[in-house]
């Protein structure tokens, strides 16, 4: 019976026009996402490796200067795009892609694509994330409203019941009816995922298993939607009213929750604006915090220090070149300053993903988002690990210059100039983005809360065919 009932729904929805029609636009919308983003994924790949080998090209072929003059000349860390973004871009386009490493200064990122779109693009891009969190939903809603409520109206439910087909097999067989259904266009869209992504030349044992993380957490998702759906079609006296319920429901939790947690969360956590967060840095490096000396005093207290580690009485009795230990100094404390701003910042913006993950109890939207864009790579928690890493790489920089010209320019100071020999000796920047454990690690809330979410739209929807009434 329950084969005949999954077959029942299933021919007679490939046989509505509208739902076909649907399906096919909603598959070529995924289509038509996936080829975007990895036609843009090569592009960008290509750009950033053929810019990263041309500054490190630049870096390695400056002529004899002093050390520091070479700290200032800097390199630039271009953040790598990751394969998955071409399912997710996530905040990528909104916090840069590129920051110059330099000496004393900790810079924030630059060219952000976002800035550079019009209104309706920074509204957000139709990827195919955004095409499977937002219109799938929508289209299980056409496919699912219907299904108690439509058998209600026609007389037929009566009639099912009256002849001793079990209510929770009935549930269970229109369930996996529309399941068969929305598979016509998951199963292809999938294959055409995985072969983007394989087709990109990534690196697949990275990849692969995100992939299929994702997988998992979307077939939570519209387990999610399948169950909630059915249950209000299941309680609505006819398939108007569920349809209406249904697609009420899709747009406050979809569209206007997002929007509105958004905003909670700068509310309850605010950040600060680029000028102030700027302001506050200068002036911790000028004057000091927390009761610590200004920046004149600290070095002055430093030469003291120096003096009397070495047992001299002035600066041109020692050993080195105090220019390269007071070089050194400042960046230690110009690190401290950095390292406390950002601590905060990054802290602000952590508190806020936990508010909109804490929202998702309400809203599966924001769980879904937020685990997709960790798996893809490309949210807030993998931009601070490759900020966190181009920050120690420019620090080994600059140390590595300053120590040389503490060791070498003792009586020339800045007049002191190296050859080429030196910068050869810091390595290329190399990063490596949080593996996968650390990935689940960090959104295993809203992996939790996607599966309570799929747990509780099978119990709503047993709980509603249990009370199923003609």
Known sequence: MLATIVRKEFTEMLRDGRVRLAAVALLALLAGALLHGRAQTRALVAERAAAQAATRADWLAQPAKNPHSAAHYGIYAFKPRATLATLDDGVDPYVGVLTWLEAHKRNEFAYRPAQDATGAQRAGALTAAVTLQLLVPLLIVLLAAGAFATEREHGTLRQLLALGVRARTLGAGKAFGVAAALGVVLVPATVLGVAAIVGLGGDTAHDLPRAGMMVVGYLLYFAAWLGVVLAISARAR?????????????????????????????????????????????????????????????????????????????????????????????????????????????????????????????????????????????????????????????????????????????????????????????????????????????????????????????????????????
């Open 238 to 470: 006819t398939a108007r009213v569920a349809l209406a319920g249904a697609l009420g429901l899709w747009m406050l939790t979809t569209v206007l929750a997002p929007r509105l947690v958004t905003e909670l969360a700068r509310a309850l956590r605010p950040t600060p604006s680029a000028a102030a967060f700027t302001a506050a840095i200068r002036s911790d490096l000028e004057q000091g915090f927390d009761g610590h000396a200004g920046q004149a005093e600290a070095m002055e207290a430093f030469r003291r220090r120096v003096l009397a580690q070495y047992r001299v009485d002035s600066v041109s009795q020692l050993p080195v070149s105090f220019a390269g230990l007071e070089l050194e100094e400042g960046e230690r404390i110009g690190n401290l300053v950095y390292d406390r701003h950002h601590a905060r910042l990054w802290d602000r913006f952590a508190a806020q993903e936990r508010v909109r993950t804490a929202s998702a109890v309400v809203a599966p939207v924001l769980a879904m988002r937020a685990l997709s864009m960790g798996l893809s790579g490309t949210d807030v928690a993998h931009h601070r690990a490759f900020a966190e890493a181009a920050e120690g790489y420019r620090r080994t920089l600059v140390t590595a210059m300053n120590a040389d010209m503490t060791r070498n320019a003792r009586g020339t100071d800045f007049d002191y100039k190296a050859d080429r020999s030196l910068w050869g000796t810091v390595g290329a920047f190399d990063y490596d983005g949080p593996s996968l454990g650390a990935t689940l690690t960090e959104h295993a809330g809203a992996l939790a809360i996607l599966g309570a979410w799929a747990v509780g739209g099978v119990l709503l929807l047993t709980g509603a065919v249990a009370r199923l009434r003609p």
